[in-house]
């Protein structure tokens, strides 16, 4: 797994203890937070390759979002997401890039050159609760 190195600021007159670095499993955790906090956001990284992926993967928080570093270090970033209907997609994948932004840059000091926001579906607040559903133990009857 790829790392980031974190350079302190200069200005800080604090005895260097060693390099900070921080995993882009990390970053991909925090751009799925920041995802699903924006108005219209249904979820993260739905399509058919990420639920394949998800089956061989690792780590379920790398699933829809991709991180890399440009050469001068700054993070590029792609996120799947599925939005939900009604809501007005681009200015919901709009405020989905800047929540991003604003978290990877206030959570680890360093620049983001671009969020690519990819919208994979839309889904409907039943399709969320049928889904819920599916998802819960089911019961079987004893007979006593």
């Given amino acids: 797994m790829e790392e ?4 302190p ?9 060693g390099e900070i670095k921080i995993n882009h ?6 751009v799925r937070l920041a995802a699903v906090e924006v108005t219209g956001v249904y979820g993260v990284g739905s399509g058919f390759v990420d639920q394949l992926g998800g089956i061989f993967s690792k780590r379920e928080s790398d699933r829809g979002v991709k991180v890399q570093e440009d050469t001068e270090g700054r993070y590029q970033i792609e996120i799947r997401v599925i939005m939900a ?3 007005e997609l681009a200015k919901a994948a709009q405020n989905v890039q800047l929540s991003i932004r604003n978290q990877i840059q206030t959570m680890t000091g360093k620049e ?3 969020v690519d926001v990819i919208i ?3 889904r409907t607040p039943e399709e969320k609760r049928e889904s819920a559903q599916a ?3 089911t019961r079987t009857p004893t007979t006593d």
């Fill in 9 to 17: 600021d200069p200005s800080e007159e604090q005895a260097s203890f």
């Fill in 112 to 114: 983001v050159s671009k």
């Fill in 25 to 30: 499993s990390v970053v991909a955790s925090i």
């Fill in 135 to 137: 998802d819960l133990p």
């Fill in 85 to 87: 209907y009604g809501s």
């Fill in 120 to 122: 994979d579906g839309v």
């Fill in 4 to 7: 980031s190195h974190i350079q």
